[in-house]
């Protein structure tokens, strides 16, 4: 089992930012038990490149990530960001 950290405070505040959307949370409740529960949680996200090259990207809905880091030896998952796509990437998609 792998123990979810935060890197700071920004996924708390994107929390609080999309308290009202439902699906968003639901989905990102979902995720985090996913990949506590994930033989190797890299599978269940999307390699990224450039400013997020050693991160991964969880899909939440058809808009909303959430952006991972792994750490195997220490069996840490370090979450990054929770956003759209503009959000985290600075572009549309």
């Known amino acids: 089992m792998w123990t979810i950290q935060?890197?700071?405070?920004?996924?708390d505040k994107s929390l609080k930012k999309y308290r009202s959307d439902k699906d968003l949370i639901c989905s990102y409740k979902?995720?985090?038990?996913?990949?506590?529960?994930?033989?190797?949680?890299?599978?269940?996200?999307?390699?990224?490149?450039g400013r997020f090259k050693f991160c991964y990207s969880y899909n939440l809905t058809k808009s909303y990530r959430l952006l991972y880091r792994v750490f195997f030896e220490e069996k840490i998952i370090q979450l990054i960001a929770l956003g759209d796509h503009k959000e985290l990437f600075g572009r549309d998609g």
């Open 6 to 11: 935060s890197a700071d405070s920004s996924i």
């Open 30 to 49: 979902q995720a985090i038990i996913d990949l506590t529960d994930a033989v190797d949680p890299t599978t269940l996200g999307e390699r990224k490149h």
